[in-house]
Each structure stands twice: as structure tokens, then as C-alpha cells.
């Protein structure tokens, strides 16, 4: 479908190209992060928050380093709060702790609940599905430990974006099957589908900053053959079955590859009867979440995913 971008968005996504930035593609794996976490300065000021702790979480293969947000004014009952367990984008292969650091003090303080931040196994090093296995221990270890955290284990929400909103997808479904409860989901762009067959994926529109190859290029790293993509896990959008899933909050924009995988998972999951709140921001590009210093609409976009996890009682 013809996307016609904001003026602020357009004007951000002429200054990456114009930087003159090499393709992720071109890169290797340790080049490409090293880019994307200089890519940080349209990262809004961060609010301020209680505070932020390293902790580690036991996971499949070893530690897994996370890290644990707590904002001003946090909600709270019986001593207990809820916990939104943040897993970051970036293909599988790139992002980490620093990447989403200001996403996870902007969800914290919007929700008013506290943040764990997940730092997963990354591809080619770690290939499928390595960064499943560590999203679902850790919602786990969450789980039992969640007196010890002062986190309300009935109120406990997984999220991310791109990548991280795949992983949360695939440990909503896991859960319903062996647990532990989860109260809500929020999918941010999620990636649904590997098959990449849906009409955004070759739309010329929607290849901006997340562009057609470089979704390859990520698929090329992540998965272990053409094989893998048939799997739920790697494609929650292969089960059959959405009922019963928890609550979710499904983000999408116009320019964005994975645009109209994640408006007709959204449509799934409410034919499947799971409350559904879907947004669009048909002006925006994908990864534009982050950039809330040049974009007020990613502002606008956090604020809603505040408060619909503050509905979320």
C-alpha cells in the first residue's frame, strides 16, 4: 500500500542515509553492533528513574546478564509490583543492555512498574534457538524469583521490539503451555513469520532503515537452514492455535517490513478472543521507538504503551 512518511520521520531517515552509513549486510556480525549502538543519538533524554541494577538470571547455557529498572513512582500492592520482562530488537544478531537502555527507564517510568531487561544470546555465534531458550528461562527465573525482586508474579508482562517482540510472542505462547502466568504481552513491530511473504515485505516504501536485505541478512545468521523458519518458534505466527494467550498490545508503523505481519497477528489473536489493542503509526518507519528525540511520535507511542500496562490491573 502507498506510505507517505511524516516530515519529521523523512527528514530523520534522509540524515542516516545521508550519513553515508555502510549496510548492516556489509558488516560483520561484532561491525554491525558496534554501528547500531552508535546509531543511539535520537535516543530521547531518559527520564529519571530510582534506580538500575545489574543482575544476573540462570539460563540454559550460563548466566544471562539483565538488568533491573525501577521508576519514581512505582505501583504497588501488598508490597508487590508488576514487571514488564523487556526483550531488545535487533535481528537476533545485534543489540544488547545499552542499545534499549533508554526504552527500558522510558517503560518503566510511563508504566510504573519495573523493567527487566534480557541481554539473550546473539547470532551467527548463538543460532536459533538460542535466543528462545534464554527468553523463556528468563521469564521463568522471573517468576520464581519473583518475591525475592518484589515483583507480583501475577503481574508479570513480556515485551519487545522487532526481534525481542518475536522472542515475547513465542514465551506468551510457551507459557500457556508450561507456564509461568503471564498478564499481558506487548509486541512492538514484532517479526511473525519468516516466510517474508507478506505484501510489506517487498513494498519498496518499507525498505527505509530495517530494509529487504537486511532482513535476509539477519534471517541468514539466525535461523539454521530454510528449515527453521516453519518452526513456532522461530515464526509464532505458525501456531495454529492463539487461544487463551494473554492479553496484547500490538505497535506497527507504515514503513516497516514487518508491517502487515504484526497487523494480522494482532487480527489472530482477537479472532482467537484475546483482548487485542492494536496502533498503527502509518507515518513511521521501523526502529522508530527509539528515536523520541527527533520523533515525537515515538514519544507518543511509548506513552500509549504505558498506559495501557497501567490498564492492565
Not at 43 to 57: L, Q
Not at 62 to 69: D, F, H, K, Q, S
Not at 96 to 103: K, Q
Request: overall charge negative; some cysteine; glycine content about 8%.
Amino acid at each position: 500500500m502507498p506510505v507517505t512518511l511524516d516530515p519529521d520521520a523523512a527528514a530523520v531517515l534522509n540524515a542516516f542515509r545521508e550519513a553515508g552509513r555502510p549496510p548492516y549486510e556489509t558488516l560483520s556480525p561484532v561491525e554491525a553492533r558496534q554501528m547500531y549502538l552508535a546509531g543511539r543519538v535520537a535516543n530521547p533524554e531518559p527520564p529519571t528513574i530510582a534506580s538500575v541494577k545489574s543482575i544476573t538470571i540462570t539460563g540454559p547455557a550460563g548466566p544471562i546478564p539483565a538488568r533491573l529498572y525501577t521508576p519514581l513512582k512505582l505501583r504497588q500492592a501488598d508490597g508487590l509490583s508488576p514487571c514488564l520482562v523487556f526483550f531488545h530488537g535487533g535481528g537476533w544478531v545485534i543489540g544488547d543492555l545499552d542499545s534499549h537502555d533508554v526504552v527500558c527507564r522510558t517503560l518503566a517510568d510511563e508504566g510504573q512498574l519495573m523493567v527487566i531487561s534480557v541481554d539473550y544470546r546473539l547470532a551467527p555465534e548463538h543460532r536459533f534457538p538460542a535466543a528462545v531458550d534464554d527468553a523463556i528461562a528468563a521469564t521463568e527465573w522471573v517468576s520464581k524469583n519473583a518475591l525475592s525482586l518484589g515483583i507480583d508474579a501475577a503481574r508479570l508482562f513480556v515485551g519487545g521490539d522487532s526481534a525481542g517482540g518475536n522472542l515475547a510472542a513465542v514465551v506468551a505462547i510457551n507459557a500457556r503451555e508450561a507456564g509461568p502466568k503471564i498478564a499481558g504481552q506487548v509486541l512492538i513491530y514484532p517479526a511473525t513469520d519468516f516466510a517474508m511473504t507478506h505484501p510489506s515485505h517487498s513494498e519498496p516504501e518499507t525498505s527505509a532503515l530495517l530494509t529487504h536485505s537486511v532482513i535476509r541478512w539477519f534471517s541468514d545468521h539466525y535461523l539454521n537452514g530454510a528449515a527453521g523458519a516453519d518452526d513456532w518458534r522461530a515464526s509464532p505466527a505458525r501456531m495454529q492455535n492463539l487461544s487463551g494467550l494473554p492479553p496484547a498490545f500490538v505497535l506497527t508503523a507504515g514503513a516497516d517490513p514487518l508491517r502487515d505481519e504484526g497487523e494480522e497477528f494482532a487480527k489472530r489473536l482477537g479472532n482467537a478472543s484475546v483482548p487485542v489493542v492494536y496502533r498503527t503509526y502509518p507515518g513511521q518507519f521501523h526502529g522508530f521507538i527509539t528515536m523520541g528525540k527527533l520523533l515525537p511520535k515515538a514519544n507518543d507511542a511509548m506513552g500509549e504503551i504505558g498506559n495501557w500496562l497501567k490498564a492492565m490491573e
